[in-house]
């Protein structure tokens, strides 16, 4: 058996279209949390190297990462890709197909929601409470907000896709 | 869930992060038999060791909201909400021992009702003071303060204003990251108390413990929440609050333990312990005074800075002179 | 309903969802929150999955996944990883399973990288699988290699789990370091022998190629000049000190980025693929770890976990049929808990048995960290598989656990090898000292 030519590399991997509206928003500010984030941290290490220390990097690290998380999540969720056990699914009839797909999707919805109400309610109780990183003084709220936005968010894909199924 | 026959035990639960052989979690191990004890057997407390069941960070916000009864607390970590209670952390230089930072706290409790304010919805159990800090190195001790100079030092956030004006290098790393980034000399040392020279493992990669003192703070490090303090019967809820001595106790004596093992395994390994020379202590002590001034004066949201460095440092004094002041309470 | 009975009803429930294709995430984060409310209050259960959702997306140390994930990304987008696998197939793809093995030692490479199974797993997922299958790799050989050879990572240092394991039980972390090598480098072996046998006995397997001669391979090797240049500048600027394990995820993605602009491959659409196809990966691994930290929390606050560990030491065993139990113990526990929620909540329970039994808490913390991570591969409840599920979308799950069964043998066999001769972790250290 011979290799594949050369060529043939990469086409497997259909390139998707990049997604649009309020996803397409998570995909470019996830982005750019990830490229501040891995700046900051590669900076840090020159910094510290060629003496000029940035203090605080770890905390502008920790606060692009925290975005970067929260559109990932919607990010996988836009794109269904999360980890499902097909087994069972695939063999049952087309009929209780139609109900466990939909259900299984208000399900993820619910989870996410969960999440969403979770950190919310942290928020909620923490809005008086000036929460901001030691050394840079980076506020928390809005970062909370931002997340909890983003786990709605993911929530609403979750049962636009069980609406498309059902 | 049915209701308990009349004479089963009032159950509490009670979490902590930290594993079941810790000092810490021996103390409150202590604290545990003594209640129960004390009870007759009519109050019963479920541990949770290390499950995850209270955060490092959000135990706050968990124990507010009914995830466990009693909880760890370390409002000292919190990024909000708690700024009196980590302002006068700083506060303390000249303590010499976990009684003086204890019996402060009590002193600053009793003349700033936002302290108490800070924990709303929660009575504090125990207030911690720790083991004096001094600086880890690998390679060179530190006899005096011009040793700092240049030195990568991983610190306490509330320290990095200090160490820099030491002409150090301060960084903040995760715990966790610290040992390899010693053994790999990422860094040149850490600023911590002598228990973690073993628990941490800092010993192992380092060659120097250099006991320049760096003064310690307490805080409120257990509590339980009002909730299920006020769902108690009155004799409990007394018995409870009158255990928050043993509790103190149980810690400070597992700290000096800790201390101890931490000093002895570092020996055995061929660490060397600097004594510093008494002029560097005496001006890194004038340093920390004046960095406790300095945010005092610039202390924000509306906190009486310098009202609560003046109560501190006349709590000191006084314990110094041999006047223990009623506010600094039962000496551990 | 007691506690403990909630605990038992809620596995059942979780592996019914888990059959009806409900998503994993949400069903272990579902069921644990239910059985969390029932234990506390909806109140409580809401705020624990809450720090639960957001510490996993804001800690720092979980937070260099994505970028790990961005760098295998990059090196995608570079040919990197065609052409290394392109150069494995030319040195080792007229041997049986020779790309299989090239994984695995990918694995081994990125493992003294990272501290973490789950980014060993997904990181060289994320560049082997693809070119494995271009290659006529059958998708069980390709992704169960993958899924085993990621629990390498945890025992190459720096491993996280060693850490911990040592600050728990108080062992000197370099000792554990030591001892570790020896092990993982058997571990290793016993892949590859996996591999080698499987590829003999079914040949479809792992398609072999004809054997190239030495100037062309020479060539492939000079096209992976420049990766090699990047992984010796990341694995020795950690040996050195340059940058700690979690900053060398960001120092990795910057080269790989240099890597792409070498050649020609740092366009903007380019770029941005990478960084969306690493987001939604990344989103597909948090949303796991999200669901089994959830359910994790709740198991522990049923005390299944000490139930369980009160049998073994109520038993009475003499120290290799304790061992053996534990082994047991850990993977039952293992199947529903995430490694190091079981690690804290039986290591400071077992340890004191078995150095009361006369082992050595070393050799404990090699025999433990190992049994754990197979927990990351063996079903209901697999880390490593999901993730690779997760990367490899159209491998039906049970594939993948069906091709990690030879290597969950092997594993097995590695653990009674531990068990029956612990001068296999115990000899290299005594020999440093
Ligand atoms: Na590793
Ligand atoms: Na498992």
């Known amino acids: 058996m011979s290799l594949p030519p050369p060529d043939d590399f990469g086409e497997e991997r259909a390139p998707q279209p990049l997604p649009t509206g309020l996803t397409g928003v998570a995909v470019a500010l996830g982005s750019v949390a990830l490229l501040v984030a891995m700046a900051t941290d590669a900076l840090a290490v020159l910094g510290r190297h060629f003496g000029f220390p940035l203090l605080g990097a770890l905390e502008l690290v920790q606060a692009s990462v925290s975005v970067a998380g929260a559109c990932a999540i919607v990010c996988a969720s836009a794109a269904g890709a999360h980890a499902v056990i097909h087994a069972v699914l695939d063999r049952v009839s087309p009929a209780s197909r139609a109900v466990l797909a939909p259900a299984g999707q208000l399900l993820g919805a619910a989870f996410f929601l969960v999440l969403a109400v979770g950190c919310g309610w942290i928020a909620w109780d923490l809005r008086a409470a000036a929460e901001a990183t030691d050394l840079l003084g980076i506020p928390l709220a809005p970062l909370r907000l931002f997340a909890t936005f983003a786990l709605i968010f993911t929530a609403t894909l979750f049962v636009r896709t069980a609406a498309r199924r059902a | ?332 | 309903m007691t506690p403990e009975l909630i605990g038992a009803l809620s596995i059942a429930v979780l592996l019914a969802l888990l059959a009806l294709g409900v998503p994993i995430a949400a069903v272990l984060g579902l069921v644990g929150f239910t059985g969390l409310a029932l234990l506390t209050s909806i109140e409580a259960a809401t705020i624990k999955a809450g720090v639960v959702g957001w510490e996993t997306i804001s800690r720092y140390e979980l937070g260099v996944l994505p970028l790990f994930l961005l760098m295998a990304h990059l090196c995608f987008t570079a040919g990197a990883s065609r052409d290394f696998f392109d150069a494995a197939a030319k040195l080792l793809g007229h041997r049986r399973g020779g790309l299989a093995t090239a994984s695995i030692a990918g694995c081994a490479g990125f493992g003294a990288i990272s501290g973490s199974s789950l980014a060993t797993a997904a990181t060289v997922g994320l560049v082997a699988l693809p070119e494995m299958r271009k290659r006529g790799y059958a998708p069980s050989l390709s992704t169960g290699s993958i899924a085993a050879g990621g629990t390498l990572g945890s025992l190459i240092p720096p491993s996280g789990a060693l850490i911990v394991y040592g600050m728990i039980a108080e062992q000197p972390i370099s000792k554990l370091f030591a001892a570790a090598l020896v092990p993982v480098a058997t571990q290793a072996l016993l892949y590859i022998a996996v591999i080698i046998l499987l590829c003999r006995r079914n040949p479809a397997l792992g398609p072999v190629s004809e054997r190239v001669p030495w100037r062309e391979r020479f060539a492939s090797l000079g096209r992976i000049a420049d990766i090699a240049v990047l992984i010796v500048l990341v694995i020795g600027g950690l040996t050195v000190g340059w940058f700690t394990p979690t900053e060398a995820a960001s120092i990795g993605s910057v080269l790989a980025m240099l890597l792409c602009a070498r050649r020609g491959k740092l366009t903007i659409p380019a770029l941005r693929r990478a960084l969306a196809e690493t987001l939604r990966t990344a989103g597909v691994i948090y949303a796991i770890i999200i669901g089994a930290i959830v359910f994790s929390v709740f198991l522990g606050a049923t005390g299944l976990a000490s139930h369980l560990t009160a049998l073994v030491i109520d038993a009475n065993l003499d120290a290799k049929a304790a061992a053996a139990v534990i082994v047991v113990v850990l993977l039952l526990l293992g199947s529903v808990l995430d490694g190091m929620a079981l690690m804290l909540l039986t290591v400071p329970i077992f340890l004191p048995m078995m150095v009361g039994l006369g082992m050595s808490p070393i050799w404990f913390g090699i025999f433990v960290v190992r049994t754990i991570e197979l927990g990351l591969v063996h079903p209901p409840l697999g880390m490593n598989v999901y993730i690779i599920q997760g990367i490899a979308k159209d491998v039906p799950l049970g594939t993948i656990f069906r091709g990690v069964l030879p290597f969950l043998a092997a594993d097995m066999l590695h653990i009674a090898l531990l068990i029956l001769v612990p001068a296999t972790a115990l000899w290299l250290p005594g020999v440093l000292a």
């Not at chain 2, 992060?17 to 810790?22: L, V």
């Not at chain 2, 479920?46 to 135990?59: D, M, R």
């Not at chain 2, 020379?277 to 202390?299: H, M, S």
Request: proline share 8%; net charge neutral.
């Open chain 2, 1 to 332: 869930s049915e209701a308990p026959a009349p004479d089963a035990p009032t159950v509490l639960r009670y979490a902590t992060p930290y594993t079941a052989g810790h000092p810490l979690s021996r103390a409150d191990q202590q604290w545990i038999a003594h209640v129960e004890r004390i009870s007759g057997g009519r109050l019963r407390i479920q541990p949770s060791w290390a499950g995850g069941l209270i955060s490092s960070e959000h135990n706050l916000v968990e124990l507010r909201h009914g995830v466990v009864d009693v909880a760890t607390i370390s409002p000292i970590y919190t990024r909000g909400g708690t700024h009196a209670i980590r302002l006068q952390a700083g506060f303390y230089g000249g303590e010499q021992s976990i009684d003086d930072q204890v019996a402060v706290y009590r002193c600053l409790q009793a003349s700033f009702p936002r302290l108490g304010q800070e924990l709303a919805g929660l009575v504090p159990m125990e207030v911690q003071g720790g083991n004096v800090l001094g600086i880890v190195t690998r390679t060179r001790p530190v006899r005096r303060l011009e040793d700092l100079r240049g030195l990568r030092l991983r610190v306490p956030g509330e320290l990095v204003p200090l160490l820099r004006r030491l002409g150090a290098d301060p960084l903040d790393m995760p715990m966790a990251d610290v040992y390899p980034a010693m053994a790999k000399g990422v860094i040149d040392g850490v600023v911590a108390p002598a228990d973690t020279l073993k628990a941490l493992h800092f010993a192992e990669v380092a060659r120097f413990y250099n006991q320049l003192r760096i003064a310690r703070g307490a805080y409120p490090a257990r509590a339980i929440s009002e909730d299920s303090l006020r769902r108690l019967p009155p004799d409990l809820e007394r018995l409870l609050l009158d255990s928050r001595i043993v509790w103190e106790r149980a810690v400070a004596s597992e700290f000096k333990q800790a201390e101890q093992v931490g000093i002895d395994y570092a020996r055995g390994l061929g660490m060397t312990f600097v004594q510093p020379d008494p002029v560097a202590q005496q001006r890194l002590d004038a340093l920390y005074l004046a960095e406790a001034a300095q945010a005092a004066a610039n202390a924000d949201h509306g906190l009486p800075g310098q009202a609560m460095l003046r109560v501190a440092q006349d709590t000191l004094r006084r314990l110094r002179s041999g006047s223990r002041p009623p506010c600094a309470g039962p000496a551990l």
